[in-house]
């Protein structure tokens, strides 16, 4: 049985145990890789987790539910359902006790591989929202304890831009690539590892992999375009061991940008305009929805038996966080930006000067 | 050949259909909205079912996939044995014309070639629509008697076809809709979707396993003969006056029926939650259940977060509050086997026992 406990900032905490057979540990590799800067290797005490996320290969609901389209399970603070993506199938159980959350998985082989993307990002951004926080889909950097915030959906240039700055202006650090954690006005840094993939491999992140990396990356692209994108594999690089004199700290949010790609290929024009908070929230929180398919389905489905229950009034909660933690000295910009000019110097310097024009 | 079929949903709402599949045999299948079939007219939503080239230039590109911009969205999308591409002019202010194209890799592609562009766009759709003309639909069973109507709205699962089915021989009730409903302030309409399948159900099966291999083969048979007209038939009520509703679900283990209190609030916010689910998994075939709509919805909101489809959730649950304010209502939970005492029980409750 593995067993990790995550610390995010003092933020929040959780448990993860695999007890999957030790053959499809190896076969599937390490998934909590996601979590590897944020491991705490003392155990911490059951009660102050957030949560705990068991991985089991035997996984039975509980009696007494009530049954919704014959396939999920509910009862006050709990659910049941079955579920697949592509060839990908699991169960999932939640369990709220005493103000904690157990959720147990019983995924299968290739299942094993969403854990993190599917489940626990969530939980971990559901257990931040929870606690008064805010966790919003950006990259972000940060110079002189000012933090800048690229939020947009993904393959919309944020990481590309955040590491285009970086290698012109060294000043700049890296506040993460995915996730940022709001409080109170402030950004904490979330370092994930970056998902690489040969689209959106940028000359600065190529300089700093080495020979075997490149050849896996290559051998990885090529699967992609032979199964007609239905296997997608990326390379994972951790920015905290690759760059790591490169990571930022905490800091006040100064500017946030909300990234559009479009297809206009006629005109140059890259448009941004300054918008309202208001604005801003609702697109942060549009984003945020996209993002994860499942657990917000089983959110509607459980807030059909109870609507009232803090997991039916999940993206209410969510945009209440963001409308405190975005606090009013924040400047936002929406930019609209040609797909074509993505991983352009001349996008790069027009938001480089929106920025250093304080 | 063109085939091109309207509709008139209550007077509410027009819309049609163009397509150019040649298959006849199971049109009760493929066209799920037989019941409202009529004349020409003047239609509020055009949906052109074949290949097409989008007008997707200037549009704000949402995950490489989602082309958005005012009042226009487009895709490619798949989703298990299906691949299909859409465009929808006027998504949030009508006129609506919407092209469908899509490729089934399986039997389907032959038997139900239309079905997909309904079940996932058009239903919901009209769904939106008719909120934009002060209707809301309920997902759920409504039944009439002497003018009054009473809905149960409940999830699949829920027993509700029994219970239309008791009520109807058993009850002297009349059926206004099997799993879905329009309804305004004061008033339930009919909303049967594939109208000779609930007929079928209504007339020809006493137990309610249609799913059994032998009662499918038998259902297709009456579907495909000539005396099996939509047109002819008492089995619905167009329209009745709203009193009552249940909200309704099952539990495991139960023994009897029992009731609880509910107020508008939560009732509300439950039916918003229901249909949500029906825009996100639906339809009467296991592998073309799922329905991307609310994806599609949020992907636009996201783009226009201000937009009537951003807003249509929120000014869905006050609209509900308006339409049920006053009416009586109470939760109620079923036991997992349907039985005659039960049925008894269900009866004096809609009867106001």
């Known amino acids: 049985m593995k067993e990790i406990y995550v610390n995010i900032h003092d933020l929040i905490k959780f448990k993860v145990t695999d007890g999957s057979s030790w053959l499809s540990q190896a076969i599937t590799g390490d998934l909590l890789e996601e979590y590897c800067n944020y491991l705490s290797s003392d155990s911490i005490n059951e009660s102050d987790l957030d949560f705990i996320i068991s991985i089991t290969s035997r996984l039975e609901k509980k009696q007494d539910c009530h049954v919704l389209d014959d396939e999920y399970y509910l009862n006050n603070g709990y659910f049941f359902t079955k579920d697949s993506y592509k060839i990908a199938k699991w169960k999932i159980e939640l369990l709220r006790l005493h103000n904690q959350y157990f959720i147990t998985l019983h995924p299968n082989l290739i299942a094993r591989l969403f854990i993190t993307g599917f489940f626990i990002d969530f939980l971990i951004q559901f257990s931040l929202t929870r606690k008064g926080y805010s966790i919003i889909h950006s990259s972000g950097l940060t110079k002189n304890n000012s933090s800048y915030l690229f939020s947009g959906r993904s393959g919309s240039g944020k990481t590309s831009l955040s590491l285009g700055l970086m290698s012109c202006d060294s000043s700049y650090k890296f506040l993460g690539d995915d996730f940022q954690i709001l409080v109170n006005g402030k950004s904490f840094p979330y370092i994930t590892p970056l998902n690489l993939f040969s689209y959106n491999i940028s000359d600065y992140l190529l300089a700093r992999l080495n020979r075997d990396e490149k050849i896996k990356m290559r051998f990885k692209s090529a699967i992609y375009k032979l199964t007609g994108g239905y296997a997608k594999f990326f390379t994972k690089l951790n920015p905290a061991t690759s760059f790591h004199n490169m990571i930022g700290s905490c800091s006040d949010i100064s500017k946030l940008f909300i990234i559009h790609p479009t297809n206009d290929c006629l005109s140059n024009g890259i448009k941004i305009n300054k918008i309202q908070k208001q604005a801003a929230v609702k697109y942060i929180t549009y984003n945020q929805m996209m993002d994860s398919r499942y657990f917000p389905k089983y959110l509607i489905q459980y807030g059909f038996m109870f609507p009232n229950d803090e997991l039916s009034r999940y993206w209410e909660l969510h945009m209440q966080n963001l409308n405190n933690n975005l606090t009013n000295n924040v400047e936002f910009y929406l930019i609209n930006l040609p797909s074509r000019l993505i991983r352009s110097k001349l996008a790069l310097n027009k938001i480089k000067g929106i920025i250093e024009n304080a | ?350 009867n106001g026992a």
């Open chain 2, 1 to 350: 050949m063109h085939k091109e079929l309207s509709y008139n949903l209550h007077n509410i709402l027009n819309f049609k259909i163009v397509t150019s599949s040649r298959l006849k045999i199971l049109n009760d299948l493929n066209f799920m909205f037989s019941y409202f079939e009529s004349e020409k007219n003047n239609s509020d939503v055009i949906l052109n079912i074949g290949k097409f080239t989008p007008s997707d230039e200037h549009s704000t590109l949402v995950d490489h996939k989602y082309h958005i911009k005012d009042n226009y969205f487009y895709c490619k999308d798949k989703e298990g044995k299906a691949k299909w591409e859409v465009e929808i002019f006027g998504f949030e202010d009508g006129p609506t014309h919407i092209n469908f194209h899509s490729v089934i890799y399986g039997i389907e592609q032959l038997l139900i070639p239309d079905y997909l562009a309904q079940n996932i766009i058009l239903r919901p759709l009209l769904e939106l629509k008719l909120f934009e003309k002060g209707y809301v639909t309920l997902h759920g069973l409504g039944i009439e008697k002497n003018g009054k109507a009473c809905v149960f709205a409940a999830r699949g699962g829920a027993h509700k076809t029994r219970i239309a089915m008791d009520l109807l021989r058993k009850g002297g009730y009349s059926l206004l809709g099997d799993d879905r409903l329009i309804c305004s302030q004061d008033y339930l309409f009919s909303y049967p979707l594939f109208y000779n399948l609930v007929k079928f159900k209504a007339e020809h099966m006493n137990d309610e396993h249609i799913s059994s291999l032998p009662n499918k083969i038998k259902m297709i048979a009456h579907l495909n003969s000539k005396a099996f007209n939509a047109k002819n038939s008492s089995l619905f009520t167009n329209k009745a006056r709203f009193e009552k509703i249940f909200l309704m679900a099952r539990k495991e283990n139960f023994v009897e029926l029992s009731y609880s209190d509910v107020d508008l609030d939560s009732l509300a916010k439950a039916i918003v939650n229901s249909n949500k689910m029906e825009f996100i998994s639906s339809g009467i075939s296991q592998s073309l259940g799922f329905v991307p709509f609310y994806r599609y919805m949020l992907a636009y909101s996201y783009v226009f977060p201000d937009s009537k489809i951003a807003t249509y959730w929120d000014n869905l649950e006050i609209k509900i509050k308006e339409v049920l304010r006053g009416k009586i209502a109470c939760g109620i939970t079923l036991p997992d086997a349907y039985s005659p005492a039960l049925f008894i029980d269900l009866f004096n409750l809609v």
